[in-house]
């Protein structure tokens, strides 16, 4: 038993001990872009957009709208690469969400017609009627979230 209370003790120090290390101090991250990745670099106040021509042991070479332009490491305070966007899979998945969701309160919502009826319905066709609806709604919601955003590779 004290075997057991002793492994899970070392194994939880190691756990802490490699959550404590930054991963995104490693220049090798940046070594690592393929030319023609987004990147956002921070050089002392200054902060350039522009896309990775080229990365040594010592240099990086960015190409942003002033041209080309090459920053030492250490010049190098800060880079993030573009995050890749999800716009088509958050609108299937708003698709998906809104006609279940649309279904199910379309035949919750369903009662007999007794007496005068405008429109007399089946629970299978307001339950079709509120996936339409609802999916719709939903794929308009998913469309409009947001995507892609900055993640940080490397900070000095």
């Not at 670099?41 to 942003?64: K, P, W």
């Not at 966007?85 to 969701?101: D, E, N, Q």
């Not at 035949?107 to 609806?133: E, K, Y």
Request: charged fraction near 15%; proline fraction near 2%; glycine fraction near 16%.
């Amino acid at each position: 038993m004290f075997k057991h209370i002793r492994a899970v003790a070392v194994l939880f120090v190691f756990t802490l001990e490699a959550a404590a290390q930054s991963p995104a101090q490693n220049w090798n991250n940046i070594k690592a872009l393929p030319a023609g990745t987004s990147v956002r670099i921070s050089v002392g106040a200054r902060t350039v957009r522009g896309q990775v021509q080229g990365v040594t042991d010592d240099s990086l070479v960015v190409g942003s709208g002033k041209g080309q332009e090459r920053f030492t490491r250490q010049e190098v305070m800060r880079a993030s690469v573009k995050k890749q966007g999800h716009r088509g899979r958050h609108t299937l998945i708003g698709l998906g969400a809104g006609a279940a969701i649309g279904g199910v309160i379309g035949a919750a919502g369903h009662s007999d017609c007794t007496g005068f009826c405008f429109l007399n319905t089946t629970r299978g066709q307001d339950a079709a009627l509120g996936a339409i609806v609802f999916g719709v709604i939903g794929t308009a919601v998913g469309a409009l979230i947001p995507t892609g955003g900055w993640r940080e590779v490397y900070k000095r």
